[in-house]
C-alpha cells in the first residue's frame, strides 16, 4: 500500500483537521485560500449527505430493496472535492461508487437507487441538461476511461478547449479505482488521450482494496507513477482531505481544459465499508487496518477544521438534519418504486427470439394459469 507519508503527497489538512500543508501542497495554496467559508461548509455537507445516503442505500440492500449496493463509505471527501472543483461545462465519467459525484451535479439520487434495484439498464438520461453532463455509471472495470478519453478526443477535434475561454473550454474527468487501474482499457485509455493531448484528468480513487486483493499485490510501485509513462503529469493526494482534493482536480482541470493535455490524479484514501454488499471485508483485512484508516475519516477531519475556524454548532446540527431528511426521502421514495414483472426476465435475455428461452417463457404463463386457477 502507498505509505500516507509519502513525500509526494499533497495535504493541506492534518487528520486532526489542523491547517498543515505538505511540501508538495505549497503550489496548490492559493488556490485554498480563495475558497470562502460557504464553500468549506459545502464540502462538509456534500460529504454529511451522502454518507447519510449511503447508509440508508445499504440498508435498504439488507432488507431486500435492492440487489446490490456499493458502498462510499471513507471516499467522500476524493469524491467531493473533485467534483466541486468541476465546472457547469465539464463532462464527468464515474465508475459504480460516485454517488456524490452524480447526486452534486444533480442527478436524482433514486435514479442511482433505481440501477441497484434493478429496473433501468442506465438510470439516466447523460444529455438531460439537469443531470450536469453526467454519464451512466459503469459496472465493467476501466471501460469508462475509453469512453471518457473518446470524448476527450471529440473535444480537441471540434475545437472545445485550448481555445483560451474559459468559460466555454471543456474538460473531462473520469473516475475509476486502483483495482480497475491494472485493467488493459485504463492503460489504451491513457495512451490515445496523451497521444491526442485530451483535455482530461483521469482520477484514480486508491482506496486500498481490489475487492480483497491489495494494493500491494497488484502493483509493486506507487500507481501515481504510472501516468508519468505515458507522458502526462501526475499527482499524489491524500483522498481523505477534501481541501487538497478540490485543489488538486481544479488545478488539473483548469490545464486540462486550456490545452495542456491530460493529467493523472491518484487519490489515497479507504474503502470503509465493503466493495459491495455481496462482500465481506472480515474474510482479509484485519480490525487494526480499519481503525488506522478511521482515525483518518475525511469528514471528521473537516468537521474539526470548520470547528477550528469558528463554524457553530448548530451548523453541524442542520446539516445532520439535513442528512437525515435526505436520506428518509430516499427510503421512501424507494419504497414506491414497485418492481419488474417477472415476464421481463425473458425480454432482454437475447437480441432475437430464443427457441429455448419462448419455450421457458411458455412455462412461467402456464404455471401462473395454474396458480390463478388453483390446481398447481
Known sequence: MTPPDDPALVRVLAADGT????????????????????????????????????????????????????????QEAAQVGSVRAARPQDHLFPSYREHVVATTRGVDPIDIIRVMRGLTHGGWDPTDPRNGNTRIYTLVLGSQTLHATGFGMGLVFDGRCGTGDPTRDEAVIVYYGDGASSQGDVHEAMVFANTYRTPEVFFLQNNQWAISVPVATQSRGPLHRRGAGYGMPSTLVDGNDVLASYAVSKLALDEARAGDGPHAIEALTYRMGAHTTSDDPTKYRTSDEEESWARRDPIARMRAHLRSRGAAASFFDEVDAEAAAYADDVRVRTNELGGLEASDMFAYAYSEAHPLVQEEERWLAEYEAALEGGVA
Open 19 to 74: 491547517f498543515a500543508p505538505t511540501p508538495e501542497a505549497e503550489r496548490y495554496l492559493p488556490l485554498i485560500d480563495a475558497l470562502a467559508d460557504a464553500d468549506l461548509e459545502t464540502f462538509y455537507r456534500d460529504m454529511v449527505v451522502v454518507r447519510a445516503f449511503d447508509r440508508q442505500a445499504t440498508n435498504l440492500q439488507r432488507q431486500g430493496q435492492l440487489a446490490l449496493w456499493p458502498p462510499s463509505f471513507g
